[in-house]
């Protein structure tokens, strides 16, 4: 097994597709009705400075692949080009506004990890009613978009109850964690109800195992079956679930963070969007790309130390 | 959503979605009811949906009003059913067009193999790096908003799940000795393919293409939810909870609750009818 042959084969790999990636976004742009200038522009008073501020900014008179190589390299330099609603560098909108939404994924995954995992085991443990309410729960946890959530739940708490703040983003930590409560909330229903089902699934196919059944005539502690030849096993379909619910969570939080007016990138990019601001938009698209990306690759390289069976092969993940 | 066609472990073991449980029953007739609802909507919605009467705004459930009015004193009855018609509509085409050029693309990748192969799977791999919403945001920014938009960014990124299935199942096939006798007996690719192959991996791919309607129900709510979707007058379930989100947060819920249920009820049901329905599939096989 050559570690260090695979992290560079798969950085390579990943390279590639970024490039990929980069000129779809980059592209998009002349992919609009009208020239490139009179769609950036688009609703805003056009006078004969503003299009020649356009065009020096983005190159427009130069030849097309100048200009893609001119912006990807200002893009590898950290610099998304200038907000065209808010007069400022995309770049320093994104640091801004990053760490809101780094929290907000953060606690929402930690919900997940802990509620999902437990929910699972419950149900593949103990069976009988506990797993059925489980599945019903579930199903209609799969079922509810992180938004229809986010309503509800806003209603519910911070309208009827008034138990939680209904927007906005709070100032210093404590404020940021009780604003971000119900966001976080709304995002992990969904992802609690994957996570559960999985688990679930994953520990009764190692319950099956000849291997327990050997554990348990030996005498061993329940618990510690449980615990060290059924979750243990579980754990390499747990971990790729685990990816699939960051890349998951990275698009879902447009969606709540527009619902509870959360200052965050999503919300940057739901504003962006219909303010017709195409830098933002590229730049956030590029960044979510880059880190679904990083986050796959990041579940191949943990995969072979958390399941030993699974051998580092270059073939794709199963995202 | 990066979760659509990826069949979930274990599946064949849940009794809720036994193909004869109550559950299953029970979601296709509601699917059922749902369909013809959508289609007789005109007839059976007791206003019209877009009818504006500033008097009744919010007015609660009443003989006029069943289901009360929304913020502009629009019947909530008439739109949840003319509603149903646009939020059906739209994951209809994202899983049509996915589904039939999906299925294309991934029988001539298997069938073909070799450079036309690699190409298709190099492409799927970039789509499959953008999020079926990301994508759909970034053709929106460009395009304007609109049904139109959404629908044909959601099929591209629902469209490399549909192929890998389909290249997958058909690879498996190959290898069956029917297919081999067809050969032998001089029948051409393309007859074999329509004619042989594509009815027997058709139930798989149809099962998946249901499971996926929810999803795309789901991510076309959503974009209608932010405003990104059908434009501001048509009705529809994730427009309406997005118009009644402000009446929410004035403490009259029902306008955007009921469209948040059905929109939680319908996905319920596609995902029950096609986990059922893959399992029956998967039994039958073995």
């Known amino acids: 097994m050559n570690v260090l042959r695979f992290v560079v084969r798969r950085l390579a790999e990943m390279a590639l597709t970024l490039l990929a990636a980069s000129f779809v976004v980059f592209g998009a742009l002349y992919l609009a009705p009208g020239s490139p200038a009179s769609f950036l522009l688009s609703g805003r008073s056009a006078s004969p400075a503003a299009i020649a501020a356009i065009n020096a900014q983005y190159h427009l008179d130069d030849p097309f692949a100048v200009r893609y190589l001119r912006w990807l390299g200002d893009v590898l330099r950290g610099d998304f080009g200038r907000s065209i609603t808010y007069r400022t560098d995309v770049s320093a909108l994104l640091t801004d506004r990053l760490p809101t939404t780094l929290l907000l994924v953060a606690m929402t995954l930690t919900v997940v990890m802990v509620i999902g995992l437990l929910l699972g085991r419950l149900a593949a443990v103990r069976g009988g009613v506990t797993d059925s309410a489980v599945l019903v729960g579930t199903t209609f946890a799969v079922g509810t978009p992180s938004f229809v959530a986010a309503v509800l739940l806003q209603g519910l708490f911070a309208v009827r109850l008034g138990w939680f703040p209904s927007s906005g983003d709070g100032d210093g930590i404590a404020d940021m964690l009780w604003h971000l409560t119900l966001p976080a909330v709304a995002l992990a229903l969904y992802l609690v109800g994957m996570l559960a089902r999985v688990t679930r699934s994953a520990m009764l196919d190692a319950l099956a195992g000849e291997h327990v059944t050997v554990a348990r005539s030996r005498g061993v502690p329940e618990r510690q079956v449980i615990r060290r030849h059924v979750l243990r096993n579980a754990l390499g379909t747990v971990l790729t679930t685990a990816g699939l619910i960051v890349s998951t969570l990275l698009v879902s939080t447009i969606l709540v963070e527009s619902a509870f007016s959360v200052g965050g990138v999503g919300q940057l990019l739901e504003l962006a969007t219909t303010t017709k601001d195409f830098p933002t938009v590229q730049a956030i698209s590029l960044i979510i790309v880059a880190l679904f990306m990083a986050v796959n690759l990041v579940v191949d390289l943990l995969l072979p130390l958390v399941d030993p069976r699974i051998a580092l092969t270059s073939g794709r993940s199963s995202a | ?286």
């Open chain 2, 1 to 286: 959503m990066s979760t659509v066609l990826v069949r979930r472990p274990g599946l064949a073991r849940l009794r809720s979605t036994d193909p004869r449980s109550p559950l299953h029953v029970l979601c296709v007739g509601f699917v059922g009811v749902l369909t013809l609802a959508a289609l007789l909507a005109p007839w059976l919605a007791p206003h019209d949906p877009n009818a504006v009467d500033l008097g009744n705004a919010l007015a609660g459930t009443s003989a006029h009003h069943p289901l009360g009015a929304d913020a502009a004193g629009r019947d909530t009855l008439s739109r949840l059913l003319v509603g149903a018609r646009t939020s059906l509509l739209g994951p209809l085409g994202v899983v049509t067009f996915s589904t039939v050029t999906g299925v294309a693309v991934g029988m001539a990748a298997a069938w073909r193999g070799g450079w036309l192969d690699s190409v298709l799977s190099r492409s799927a791999e970039l789509v499959f790096a953008f999020p079926g919403l990301l994508l759909a945001i970034l053709i929106i920014s460009v395009y304007g908003e609109g049904l139109v938009a959404p629908v044909v960014a959601l099929a591209v990124a629902y469209f490399p799940y549909v192929s890998r299935l389909t290249r997958s199942l058909v690879l498996a096939e190959r290898e069956r000795p029917y297919v081999s006798a067809y050969v032998v007996q001089g029948n051409g690719a393309l007859q074999i393919c329509l004619r042989h192959v594509l009815p027997n991996i058709a139930p798989v791919v149809l099962a998946q293409a249901t499971i996926s309607f929810g999803y795309a129900l789901m991510d076309l709510a959503g974009l209608s939810f932010l405003g990104l979707g059908v434009p501001a007058l048509t009705p529809d379930w994730g427009r309406m909870v997005f118009d009644g989100q402000s009446a929410v947060q004035q403490g009259y819920p029902l306008s955007a609750v009921l469209p948040c249920v059905l929109i939680v009820l319908t996905v319920v049901a596609f995902n029950v009818a096609g986990e059922g329905w893959a399992d029956r599939v998967a039994r039958r096989d073995r």
